[in-house]
């Protein structure tokens, strides 16, 4: 019952279900909802999403499951029948959507970037950590076999101490163009009202907003660097154990005051840690051509770089580049390819055998998130960490609002050096 701190289910009975609740039955949801519900300890208790046909079509699949449209009449009316929820959302619903779960003392899985803004971040991590709960950012690729062996491989000295971190994706969740005006009629199967919820109101429009380019637009969407960056940060981030920046500067378009910027060139600079030398420096490239061609990311014999990826820069000319994904890291000695000598970074085999399967892979972020729901396991990509993460990328996001400008960032205060920056920290 809600005020009361949850108990581990497998200290209740060890063949109890755990109970979920997917919120969000887009793509990714219903690819989330599959994945979760591949445990044999998940029951699929309840399906909401503001869509009637995405939520419909999913129903097929879990004919026991009490489909609602709204997510606050699911959680009100069925909280004693559900343990955890699953919250696929765009990203500007993550917040509000968690965050009522949690304070009904629910488990939360919340899909990538954890929150739009930092202030949300921040009370996500707060919350979670004083209701002790189970949380977990879906961030699969973190326990992909090649990520986790990347970390292993720079924490073990593979480069010495990393100094710069070059990552790059050429997708574009931007819009340099004009906001749309006037407005279209909202299709039937779709409750405008509730998919805005707390953004800004704005009347619908076509192709816009719902099912798949809201990601493009500031209120509600964190552009590429809120899609990929999460996904390419996330292991150079948790492998030199960072924090949160020092300075954060976005090379970029004037702000348009609807869209983000189709390209973005962001350079963070971090305090160091024992991986990295006295300070970091981040860079980050996203849109067409990305990312600027540089000695730092030639690859030998000329090769081409991988489409989306992040080179850690270190000691002696060495190199490790990390492609995304499903490919092996690969390192680099004074501009010549090197066997990985895996076995020594990983003597008692550990990590087992490369795995090259997706739909393999792909399970076993959820099924650590309902194992440690359960009691029997420990989730890796926990609020207390994803919150950081996604701290350092909306920094960026916000960056992009004063091109060229550096800003600089106080973690202890959660505030700007620069005052006109801190109204976007909160988006009020």
Not at 158 to 169: C, D, E, L, Q
Not at 312 to 323: A, K, S, T, V, Y
Request: charged share 25%; aromatic share 10%.
């Amino acid at each position: 019952m809600a005020g009361m701190l949850p108990i581990s289910l497998s200290a209740l009975n060890p063949e109890k279900k755990l109970r979920i609740a997917q919120i969000g039955l887009g793509v990714q949801g219903v690819s989330d909802l599959n994945d979760t519900a591949s445990h044999p300890a998940v029951e699929v208790v309840a399906l909401c999403d503001v869509d009637s046909t995405n939520l419909n079509n999913a129903a097929k699949n879990y004919p026991k499951a009490r489909k609602f449209i709204d997510y606050q009449e699911m959680l009100d009316s069925m909280g004693d029948e559900i343990d955890a929820v699953v919250v696929s959302t765009p990203d500007h619903n993550h917040a509000p959507v968690s965050l009522k779960a949690m304070n009904m003392d629910k488990h939360v899985y919340c899909q990538k970037p954890l929150t739009h803004f930092v202030s949300e971040s921040r009370e996500m991590a707060k919350v979670a950590k004083d209701r002790k709960l189970v949380t977990q950012m879906g961030i699969q690729v973190h326990s992909f076999y090649d990520y986790v062996l990347a970390t292993e491989l720079i924490r073990g000295g593979i480069i010495g101490k990393v100094s710069k971190v070059i990552a790059w994706s050429p997708k574009v969740w931007g819009y340099d163009g004009p906001a749309p005006e006037g407005s279209d009629p909202v299709p039937e199967d779709l409750n405008w009202e509730l998919w805005q919820g707390n953004a800004p109101k704005r009347p619908y429009k076509d192709g816009f907003y719902h099912p798949s380019n809201w990601r493009k637009i500031l209120d509600y969407g964190c552009g590429t660097l809120g899609d990929m960056g999460v996904h390419i940060f996330d292991t150079p981030y948790n492998a030199l154990e960072l924090q949160v920046p020092i300075t954060v500067k976005n090379d970029c378009r004037p702000p348009n005051g609807f869209g983000h910027p189709e390209k973005n060139h962001v350079t963070y600079t971090f305090p160091g840690t024992k991986y990295t030398a006295d300070n970091l420096t981040w860079v980050w490239y996203d849109g067409k051509g990305a990312p600027e061609p540089q000695p730092e990311l030639e690859l030998p014999g000329g090769e081409e770089l991988p489409d989306q990826g992040a080179m850690f820069i270190g000691e002696n000319d060495q190199r490790l580049l990390l492609p995304h994904f499903m490919e092996l890291p690969r390192l680099i000695v004074k501009g010549e390819y090197q066997p990985l000598e895996i076995e020594k970074y990983d003597p008692k085999g550990k990590l087992g055998e490369p795995v090259r399967d997706y739909a393999g892979e792909s399970p076993k972020h959820y099924h650590q998130f309902v194992n440690a729901c359960l009691g029997k396991a420990e989730a890796s990509a926990p609020f207390s960490y994803a919150s950081k993460l996604t701290e350092v990328i909306l920094l960026g996001v916000i960056a992009a609002q004063f091109p060229g400008k550096q800003l600089h960032w106080d973690g202890v205060k959660a505030q700007f050096r620069e005052e006109k920056a801190n109204k976007f920290i909160s988006g009020v």
